[in-house]
């Protein structure tokens, strides 16, 4: 089939009203989802997946276009990587959105209800947040991903991927024009920013003037950063995910051994992984070098302090800038602490408040570590590679937010919605 | 007694350090007060109501530099009496610390818990959001009211009052702080900013290198324009009030005229009092000028649409800018719509998300209104005065929301919180 990937031709238009015009869509379309039934935001969401195994040539055809020009520019392997879309994947993006569709519908749950003496009745009520903007990078699959989370939530969405991706995403995002349409729900309610000019970036970030109510950035600490640095509309992000496991003097050495290997290495890029090992200057005689050995023997280079670098021979010397550094790689920095509220020192010095775990048999000093570190996730006995909608049992997410309002941790469907408060009465007037 | 009310000299320092400074004893005291159990808030705040009444002719005297500086600047009658504090007006802000003393303490408690396939236990519970920066114009009682909030919801305050108010607000913050030192508390968990520059609250608004988590206004549109206009970090707030009351064909005429007199007249004032009547154009021949002439009678000033000035001659002619206009006097615009559909049209144009209600008896308008709008709070045949926390049962608030993050409607104690997860493990790694 010959599906369209290009961009709509707006030369006649300028950027700002390009944007203006698409934020008022997407706020008219975003009314009408709020009061949409489950049913048929689900039937778009199997739809949508359907279109895009259907036009699963279509879209590698998109996306060789990107691949061919970031060949072009000299991108590296790792970026043209996260760049390619095959049939598995967007087999995976499909079955995301068929995913999707199974979670609960959050809108209209009732979250809180209550009666007053004077015979009102008072309802908390779960709306959607209402537009959410999304800014990415170079991996298209952002699109179906947070599009249908968007779409679950009951809130229109503002896509806007990165440059290098554009045929990509737009191929994606008309395979979900067409399911939302299928399903008699309005196709902009998820829309792709038609421009990759920069200023159409800038302009989001102030809101799209007040269509916007919530940016959600998703990418490397650079765009996160600008994002944070500019954005005139709540967020939903975090910079970076500085994550500790600290192993206790009383923490089990074969537990250890596990959970820090896997804390570690078992994906190396998420935002989970543990980027420092904190061990108790406590900690039994060879604890400290057990677990260096066994890091460096799954691959790992470890740079220490002077007591990790007295344990192995190995082991390089950290620097200051390595205890705040997310290395996102086969990389750990190392260091010893002096038990828990060493460890909880250091982590509110150079932490990033994302998922910290504690590594103990001594109930009391779990304990501490859990009640008293303001982290938006504390583990106990626990990989720190558990920061993940998915692993807490709420189904996708668009991210983990280390921001302290709203959305911490995990933002999964029920996150990306809010409330308001239905109040029933039979007359009454206020007194007084 | 002889209590000192004078600013602390601060001439030393650069605006910038001062603020920095306070900023990192706010930090410090949020980590202390987020550990505080219960029975220490609360003393706390028991002592500084004891302070309060011990000090209530400092007070008094520190109120009356303020309002002798004031009456200088030729400030209108109505500003000084906002900014007058008398015996009983001090034994109100005693009395409000000890209700917030009464109320549950939301710090702890667990929202949610699970417990995943794989063993691990999943909590959600809440924790105090940090440091909250309230900025405030005359009203010396907010010293009390916000400091006395925060407190109970294990979070430091960073107090900035109006410059006029500024001995008062010493005077009342030295009492919660004599009250926190009593309890062994920090004292400086309620601060008040010790300089009138207003170079103050550029760098609040700009959120102290991190240090404020969230930014709360309190005062008129042009504070809290202001506020909205700089602020770089999350903030609780509404711009303004523009509540209607919409009064359906199949609202009961009794009903209609005792809500519609009493969400307009019992306090113009306040942010939840009726701005604008909207009455059906189908409604029984004789209601909208039954309704008029009753508000005419209770002292209110009408400004109406062509219909409204055929059915009273007293009716003044309503422009454009009446709809959008928030009076906070006994003035009311009054317009007839199509049904709840007009009513919802013309809300959703003028409004501010705030409160808005609907008198009816026909359950299906009442629903469609309830489900449609997208206010923090809608109401079904009840005044929108109720718009309050403590009328909610929330207790005190330090305001209403009508954003759509986090809080949204009143903000008591409870919406002065956040959450984290807790996940408690055996020794999960996470597979794959």
Same mark, same amino acid.
């Given at each position: 089939?010959?599906? *369209? ?21 997407a ?9 949409? *039934? ?9 739809a ?12 590698v055809a998109?996306?060789?276009l ?7 520019a ?8 996260r ?8 087999e995976?993006?499909a079955?995301? %959105? ?5 979670l609960?519908d *959050?809108v ?18 779960? !709306? ?14 952002v699109?179906a ?5 968007? %779409?679950k ?39 792709l920013?038609?421009?990759t000019d920069?200023?159409a !970036? ?8 007040g269509?916007?109510?919530?940016i959600? *950035?998703?990418g490397?600490?650079?765009?996160v ?8 509309v ?12 600290? !192993?206790?003097?009383?923490?089990? %050495?074969?537990m ?10 078992r ?15 406590q900690?039994p ?10 890091l ?5 280079e470890v ?6 670098q ?10 200051e800038q390595d ?6 790689d086969?990389i750990?920095s ?13 982590i509110?010095?150079?932490?990033s408040q ?44 668009i991210?983990?937010?280390t921001?302290?309002l709203?959305?911490?941790g995990?933002?999964?469907?029920e996150q ?8 029933r ?8």
């Amino acid at each position: 089939m010959n599906m *369209p990937i290009e961009m709509k031709p707006e030369t006649l238009k300028t950027v700002a009203a390009t944007m203006r015009a698409l934020g008022a869509e997407a706020r008219s379309a975003a009314r009408l989802l709020a009061l949409a *039934p489950t049913e048929a935001k689900n039937a778009a969401l199997v739809a949508a997946a359907r279109e895009l195994r259907a036009n699963t040539a279509a879209i590698v055809a998109a996306n060789a276009l990107d691949l061919a020009a970031a060949a072009e520019a000299r991108r590296p392997a790792a970026y043209l990587d996260r760049l390619m879309l095959d049939p598995k994947r967007i087999e995976g993006m499909a079955k995301g %959105l068929e995913e999707v569709a199974r979670l609960p519908d *959050p809108v209209g749950a009732v979250i809180a209800q209550w009666t007053r003496p004077n015979g009102l009745k008072i309802e908390r009520v779960r !709306v959607p947040l209402g537009v959410v903007g999304i800014i990415y990078e170079s991996r298209p699959n952002v699109t179906a991903d947070a599009g249908a989370l968007c %779409l679950k939530a009951g809130n229109a969405a503002i896509l806007r991927g990165g440059s290098d991706s554009h045929h990509s995403s737009r191929a994606i995002q008309l395979c979900l024009a067409r399911g939302l349409s299928e399903a008699k729900l309005p196709e902009t309610a998820i829309q792709l920013v038609p421009t990759t000019d920069r200023e159409a !970036v800038g302009l989001m970030l102030k809101g799209l003037d007040g269509a916007i109510d919530v940016i959600v *950035p998703r990418g490397g600490k650079s765009l996160v950063g600008r994002v944070q640095e500019e954005a005139r509309v709540p967020m939903f992000a975090h910079l970076e995910g500085i994550c500790h496991t600290y !192993v206790d003097r009383s923490a089990d %050495l074969a537990m250890a051994q596990a959970l820090v290997v896997n804390a570690k290495m078992r994906r190396t890029g998420v935002c989970g992984a543990t980027e420092t090992l904190l061990v108790d200057t406590q900690a039994p005689a060879g604890m400290l070098k057990t677990l260096i050995a066994q890091l460096i023997e799954a691959g790992c280079e470890v740079r220490g302090d002077a007591a990790a670098q007295a344990a192995d021979t190995r082991v390089k010397p950290a620097t200051e800038q390595d205890w705040s550094t997310e290395y996102l790689d086969a990389i750990i920095s190392v260091k010893t602490v002096d038990g828990v509220d060493g460890a909880m020192a250091h982590i509110r010095t150079y932490g990033s408040q994302h998922t910290d775990s504690i590594l103990a048999q001594d109930q009391a000093a779990a304990d501490r570590f859990l009640a008293r570190l303001d982290s938006a996730i504390v583990l106990h006995n626990a990989s720190t590679q558990f920061a993940d909608g998915g692993e807490f049992g709420m189904g996708a997410e668009i991210g983990i937010a280390t921001g302290r309002l709203h959305a911490r941790g995990p933002v999964g469907v029920e996150q990306l919605t809010t409330f308001k408060y239905i109040v029933r009465g039979t007359g009454q007037a206020r007194p007084g």
